[in-house]
């Protein structure tokens, strides 16, 4: 059924199209305040067609593409909401540094793998802050607020917590901000991007010699016994193929890249097919990996139905 809404004055043509790319959460934070799924890239999902970044369809793709952040994850259900992040953190508009904190909250909402980074508010750089208009108090829970770094103005890019509920208490007057739409950020000494770290995730890079075959539309593409099996809590397993094991004549190099924080910078091919649709950015390397043990190395997607992984003689489930 087509649903037009309308939220502080923004038309969201389709809503079931929103549910499908920013995840149901977005209900939450709009329609059932007692849920609080307030996630920051699901309500700037409203505008996604109009208002996106490619910073922001970087990170919705890669999202998208790996199916695990769009869904309810089992693993991370019984995890504390609020921890303190004890990593010292600091953000950047061009060389203006707008937030300085070892003093970070790690706020995770129900079902989601990744958590928001809260800044408490002695330690962020308020007078860079403008109130959204039309989005300055989006249901009583939270405030946006712009960024006016010296005359540079970008919208949504900071969320505040304002809720007086008991569920949100220790979140009040902290402040979360939109990654994609930073220049820099800091880790200790170490730049990051693409979404903030979940500090009980873990991703482990592991050699085996377990007999892993790929074929695409019923075509042997890959086959090798020297795999690396990337284990990566609340993702799919993933097998990552030497070149050598791989007929490369059936890839060409996409122009489309994704970011992970825990693995590093991503390139795609495409297999060779006279359908794009099926075919198009299946295949995934980390040339310049964050984690040694997979770079170079292929890995081929688990979410397409004309592929078919068969790992010791048995075939993987799709994901």
């Given at each position: 059924?087509?649903?037009?809404?309308?939220?502080?004055?923004?038309?969201?043509?389709?809503?079931?199209?929103?549910?499908?790319?920013?995840?149901?959460?977005?209900f939450g934070a709009a329609f059932?305040?007692?849920?609080?799924?307030?996630?920051?890239?699901?309500?700037?999902?409203?505008?996604?067609?109009?208002?996106?970044?490619?910073?922001?369809?970087?990170?919705?793709?890669?999202?998208?593409?790996?199916?695990?952040?769009?869904?309810?994850?089992?693993?991370?259900?019984?995890?504390?909401?609020?921890?303190?992040?004890?990593?010292?953190?600091?953000?950047?508009?061009?060389?203006?540094?707008?937030?300085?904190?070892k003093n970070v909250l790690c706020?995770?909402?129900?079902?989601?793998?990744?958590?928001?980074?809260?800044?408490?508010?002695?330690?962020?750089?308020?007078?860079?802050?403008?109130?959204?208009?039309?989005?300055?108090?989006?249901?009583?829970?939270?405030?946006?607020?712009?960024?006016?770094?010296?005359?540079?103005?970008?919208?949504?890019?900071v969320l505040q917590f304002t809720?007086?509920?008991?569920?949100?208490?220790?979140?009040?007057?902290?402040?979360?901000?939109?990654?994609?739409?930073?220049?820099?950020?800091?880790?200790?000494?170490?730049?990051?991007?693409?979404?903030?770290?979940?500090?009980?995730?873990?991703?482990?890079?592991?050699?085996?010699?377990?007999?892993?075959?790929?074929?695409?539309?019923?075509?042997?593409?890959?086959?090798?016994?020297?795999?690396?099996?990337?284990?990566?809590?609340?993702?799919?397993?993933?097998?990552?193929?030497?070149?050598?094991?791989?007929?490369?004549?059936?890839?060409?190099?996409?122009?489309?890249?994704?970011?992970?924080?825990?693995?590093?910078?991503?390139?795609?091919?495409?297999?060779?097919?006279?359908?794009?649709?099926?075919?198009?950015?299946?295949?995934?390397?980390?040339?310049?990996?964050?984690?040694?043990?997979?770079?170079?190395?292929?890995?081929?997607?688990?979410?397409?139905?004309?592929?078919?992984?068969?790992?010791?003689?048995?075939?993987?489930?799709?994901?």
């Amino acid at each position: 059924d087509f649903v037009t809404v309308t939220v502080e004055g923004f038309k969201i043509p389709d809503i079931s199209t929103l549910v499908l790319i920013a995840g149901s959460a977005f209900f939450g934070a709009a329609f059932t305040l007692a849920s609080q799924q307030m996630i920051v890239d699901d309500v700037e999902a409203a505008s996604i067609k109009e208002h996106q970044s490619e910073e922001k369809k970087m990170e919705i793709s890669w999202r998208y593409q790996r199916g695990v952040s769009l869904e309810k994850v089992e693993c991370f259900e019984k995890l504390p909401s609020v921890v303190k992040c004890p990593r010292w953190m600091r953000l950047y508009v061009g060389d203006v540094e707008i937030a300085n904190s070892k003093n970070v909250l790690c706020f995770f909402e129900k079902g989601q793998q990744y958590p928001k980074y809260l800044f408490p508010a002695k330690d962020i750089q308020t007078q860079y802050l403008v109130e959204s208009e039309g989005w300055s108090n989006f249901t009583g829970q939270f405030i946006w607020w712009d960024l006016n770094v010296n005359g540079k103005i970008i919208s949504r890019a900071v969320l505040q917590f304002t809720s007086d509920s008991q569920e949100l208490s220790e979140v009040k007057d902290h402040y979360s901000f939109v990654w994609g739409k930073l220049d820099k950020i800091l880790e200790e000494e170490q730049e990051t991007k693409g979404h903030p770290k979940n500090p009980w995730k873990g991703v482990d890079a592991i050699q085996s010699s377990r007999h892993v075959q790929v074929f695409f539309a019923g075509e042997k593409i890959a086959d090798t016994q020297e795999p690396v099996i990337m284990f990566e809590t609340g993702v799919p397993v993933r097998y990552y193929i030497p070149k050598k094991d791989v007929v490369m004549e059936f890839l060409e190099s996409s122009s489309h890249t994704t970011y992970c924080p825990y693995k590093g910078s991503a390139s795609y091919w495409n297999i060779k097919h006279g359908n794009p649709d099926i075919s198009e950015n299946l295949v995934s390397s980390y040339e310049d990996s964050l984690l040694p043990g997979i770079k170079g190395l292929l890995s081929f997607s688990t979410e397409s139905k004309h592929i078919k992984i068969i790992v010791d003689g048995v075939e993987e489930p799709r994901r």
